[in-house]
């Protein structure tokens, strides 16, 4: 069984930045595949970010509300995985999921996970 810890999360003002961290129970993390995603309230679990390795390149990707704004990234000697968010708006409010999968075939979807983590609630004021 795979454990995902987030922490990071808090309260911020529109314009300020937190950095959510990951931690991942699995001894063979550096090929697994990590996303985030955000669920705000009365909302479906939406796509942020995830970062992958094919051939030995990493690869990330970001959704377009966030893109320029948020940075996926890994720490495979720490089995951490990272999302920088700067430039936080109201709209960015929402509890922040990290996942892990083997081989999503799709990254970007949610259901592609195998495991997640317990979320991290994310507050930006205006």
């Known amino acids: 069984q795979v454990h995902l810890v987030e922490s990071g999360g808090g309260l911020v003002q529109a314009g300020g930045s937190l950095r959510l961290s990951c931690a991942v129970s699995e001894r063979t993390f550096s090929f697994y595949t990590l996303g985030w995603f955000r669920q705000a309230p009365g909302k479906e679990r939406e796509f942020v970010a995830f970062v992958s390795r094919s051939g030995g390149v990493t690869i990330t990707k970001h959704a377009d509300s966030v893109r320029g704004r948020f940075t996926i990234s890994r720490d495979n000697a720490k089995n951490t995985v990272y999302l920088q968010m700067n430039s936080l708006k109201p709209e960015d409010t929402a509890v922040y999921y990290c996942?892990?999968?083997?081989?999503?075939?799709?990254?970007?979807?949610?259901?592609?996970?195998?495991?997640w983590g317990q979320g991290t609630q994310v507050t930006v004021s205006s």
């Open positions: 996942a892990a999968a083997p081989s999503p075939f799709r990254p970007g979807v949610a259901e592609d996970y195998n495991y």
